[in-house]
């Protein structure tokens, strides 16, 4: 037993032992301290590893950590971590494939480039865009590789990004014929140091043909839309104008900004305004195009009637817009009814001509008559009273002449005539109880003219009327008449040399200078009342006398309306207010005409003027009596023939036959028809002379023996 | 339909001790809880009082591929460990 054997050992081995004891004791204690801060600086040194502070002895004593085992525990977290970072890197080398991958079949061009500009990445698709020849340009310049020499420092996206420090983009870059858009991304390390800038470049060539294109499309349907000369309009189902055209905005007198937002029955005729609704609700129903005039008001109020075609833009079955097609037709409306009224004047005309004709034929007769009885009861109260008969027989044909004129036909009849009598009569009567004043200055002896008096003094009522009508309260025309040669400043129209000139000028209120370009169109007015074919005819009239009417005015300064009309180189015939004087002859003539009083008193004016006369009733008997005469060798020395001859062969056929018959044949037409284009063109026709019914004794005999007396 | 809440909460109340003994004593229980955590359904709930193991706590714990979340409470702070989560790519 052990306590046997201690009691056997003396005190002082016991002491020994004890000492020995407590020296072993001692020795491990302080090997186990010693374990304990070996202990302790490792798990210290491993826990500023793992970035934490060491430990504190005064909060974990040594029993206690032993009995926690931190290094079993950190052993544990490295091992945890050393896993975690092997996931890691793991990921990462996924990563880095993944990316590799994207941007090698990204179908755009990327490089990576150092701060120096080098470059130190690129993918397939920059290869192909940008690098030639299989060269390595790793480490080089990319100003050198891609851009070469071709783009300017300025435009250079790296410096832009290296500088600013921020991505950047160029919509349109442009190299080696193709365009680019770029985009510069900058790449930093922790530390917010610029580290690469990473470049994509799209290319976008393809995209700007495609956008050039579409535009050129896009012009080419604007040109279209904006200059078709009908009105073209959109609109969205609530009625709201979405678009329209530059005919529409132009007919209407509207800017884009004054449509804009508006709604198109703003812009309708209110009376028309219902009619539209119905059919709008008619299409946004159905569907269908229908046509429709309607009626828009423009902005300064003017009517603007149209022909209109409308349809309608479904999607998914409903109408989103509806598209109008309108032609402005007021002009052309206007004109159907100018039309309708000129061939009313004008059956009014051919009437009025047909009147003329008979009533010439009376005239003819009686005034023929009234002549031959004065030849006997040349005094006394008889010959008062057949000299009144003649004035009112003069009045009859004054009314003759004015029913030709209305009825305008034919080529003028001219004649050579005095302007200043034509003027003077014609002022006179038309501003007779006029509060207008006239005046008529001329310039040294003014040269006759040929002229259709009708036709003229037509033209100077219209002129003197619309001066008078531009001064309402009153005011002085002058009228100023003198020669007048061509030079280098005179109109172009005129052709001649010689020309009389007719100044009509008014104190008026003038004509604004936008409608002097118009004022000679046919139906052109400015007069609620007018009918736009005063002055058309005026300047008809004169250009078939080969002459000009001009017009210049200055609002507020008047109008001058000039006429320029070809001098004659005739003589003016003899004053007419002379003594009637008998131009007797000799010789045998033909007279034909259907009206037997007409016959009758031609034939005894004749005998009077002492000639011999055979009559006839129509053309074939008259072509009879001149072959009769011919085969008897007692020819005709003058032939007159009636123009017209109902039922039977006229003037025109007759002297066809005679001529056949006789080409020296000398005939004289003669018709109540003043205004017949044969009249006034006589000798294209075969006749020699004319004279116009009724007859007097001058005109009869000087015209019969001038044509007798005349050879061939 | 999936419950994000994670089926395992485990709580470790350390107030009272101090760093680095709140962080061994963190990392212990992380390790404990290796394999739970790995399947993803798992979270330590650490409530502490020692300011510096907001710190050591996290960066411990983020080295090791798990997240830790911070929460001030009344008189201490709550730390949420939770597995980490995967990052995609977007």
């Not at chain 1, 930093?188 to 799209?202: A, E, H, W």
């Not at chain 1, 129509?618 to 072509?623: P, T």
């Not at chain 1, 036959?657 to 000798?683: N, Q, T």
Request: with cysteine; charged share 30%.
């Amino acid at each position: 037993m052990a306590v046997d054997k201690y009691n056997t050992l003396s005190i002082e081995a016991l002491q020994e032992r004890l000492l020995l004891a407590d020296e072993e004791n001692r020795r491990l204690e302080e090997k186990h301290s010693e374990s304990t801060r070996y202990i302790r600086d490792r798990v210290d040194q491993l826990l500023r590893v793992i970035g934490t502070i060491p430990l504190k002895p005064d909060e974990l004593d040594d029993e206690t950590l032993i009995e926690l085992d931190p290094i079993g525990i950190i052993s544990d977290t490295f091992v945890r971590i050393l896993e975690h970072q092997k996931e890691t890197n793991l990921n990462l080398e996924t990563a880095k494939n993944d990316i590799e991958a994207i941007f090698n079949s990204v179908g755009e061009g990327i490089q990576v480039l150092n701060t120096r500009g080098e470059i130190i990445a690129y993918n397939k698709k920059m290869r192909n865009l940008f690098i030639v020849d299989e060269q390595e340009v790793l480490g080089k310049l990319c100003s050198e590789t891609v851009c070469g020499r071709e783009t300017l420092a300025k435009n250079c996206l790296f410096r832009m990004v290296r500088d600013g420090k921020k991505s950047m983009r160029i919509r349109s870059w442009q190299c080696r014929d193709r365009f680019y858009e770029i985009i510069g991304t900058p790449v930093f390390d922790n530390d917010g140091v610029l580290q690469r800038v990473v470049i994509l470049y799209l290319d976008i060539t393809r995209r700007k043909k495609y956008e050039k294109a579409l535009r050129d499309s896009e012009d080419r349907f604007r040109d279209l839309f904006e200059n078709a000369t009908d009105m073209l309009q959109s609109i969205d189902p609530d009625g709201k104008i979405l678009l329209v055209n530059k005919a529409w905005r132009e007919t209407l007198e509207y800017t884009e900004e004054e449509v804009d937002g508006r709604n198109i029955f703003d812009f309708l005729h209110p009376d028309f305004k219902v009619d539209c609704m119905n059919n709008f609700k008619q299409i946004l129903r159905d569907g269908r195009e229908f046509t429709c005039q309607t009626v828009f008001l423009s902005k300064t109020g003017k009517e603007i009637h149209v022909d209109g075609r409308i349809n309608c833009r479904l999607i998914d079955g409903k109408p989103v817009v509806l598209r109008s097609l309108y032609r402005d037709v007021t002009e052309k409306l206007k004109m159907e009814e100018e039309l309708r009224r000129t061939q009313k004047l004008e059956s009014i005309g051919i009437l009025a001509g047909g009147i003329a004709h008979d009533f010439n034929n009376l005239l003819t007769g009686i005034l023929g008559n009234i002549l031959l009885a004065q030849l006997k009861a040349p005094e006394g109260d008889l010959a008062q009273l057949l000299k009144n008969t003649e004035n009112a027989a003069h009045r009859a044909q004054e009314l003759t002449r004015q029913l030709l004129t209305f009825s305008k036909g034919g080529a003028p009849v001219k004649e050579t005539a005095s302007v200043i009598d034509i003027v003077k009569e014609v002022v006179s009567f038309t501003l007779s109880g006029s509060n207008t004043k006239w005046i008529l200055e001329t310039e040294g002896t003014i040269s006759p003219v040929d002229v259709d008096t009708g036709q003229f003094s037509q033209v100077i009522e219209n002129l003197i009327i619309n001066s008078d009508q531009s001064m309402p309260d009153g005011g002085v025309i002058t009228i100023r008449i003198h020669n007048y040669t061509r030079d280098e400043q005179s109109p172009e129209p005129l052709a001649g040399c010689r020309y009389v000139k007719i100044d009509i000028h008014d104190q008026g209120v003038g004509i604004a200078e936008k409608y002097l370009p118009r004022i000679f169109d046919p139906y052109f007015t400015t007069k609620k009342s007018g009918s736009g074919l005063g002055l058309a005819t005026a300047y008809s009239t004169i250009r078939r006398h080969k002459g000009l009417l001009t017009v210049y005015s200055e609002p507020g300064q008047g109008t001058t309306m000039s006429i320029y009309l070809p001098a004659s180189k005739g003589e003016l015939p003899t004053d007419q207010t002379a003594a009637p004087e008998m131009p007797r002859g000799s010789g045998k003539i033909l007279i034909m005409d259907d009206d037997e009083v007409v016959r009758q008193v031609g034939t005894k004016m004749l005998n009077l003027l002492g000639y011999e006369v055979v009559e006839s009733r129509d053309g074939e008997e008259a072509l009879e009596k001149y072959r009769q005469a011919l085969q008897s060798r007692t020819p005709f020395d003058l032939v007159i023939l009636d123009l017209t001859v109902p039922g039977g062969m006229g003037g025109k056929e007759t002297i066809a036959g005679l001529r056949e018959m006789d080409p020296e044949v000398k005939a004289i037409v003669s018709s109540g028809y003043s205004h017949d284009p044969i009249m006034a063109d006589f000798r294209n026709y075969g006749f020699s002379g004319v004279i116009p019914k009724p007859y007097s004794f001058e005109k009869l005999g000087s015209t019969v023996r001038s044509l007798i007396s005349s050879k061939g | 339909m999936k419950n994000n809440q994670p089926a395992n909460i485990i709580v470790h109340d350390i107030r009272g001790q101090i760093c680095p003994s709140c962080l061994l004593y963190t990392l212990r229980e992380i390790n404990r809880q290796k394999a739970a955590f790995k399947e993803g359904n798992t979270r330590i709930i650490i409530k502490t009082d020692n300011r510096d193991a907001t710190t050591t706590i996290p960066d411990a714990v983020s080295s090791m591929g798990y997240e830790c979340l911070v929460e001030k409470k009344k008189g201490y702070y709550e730390l949420v460990i939770v597995p980490h989560r995967k990052k995609t790519i977007h």
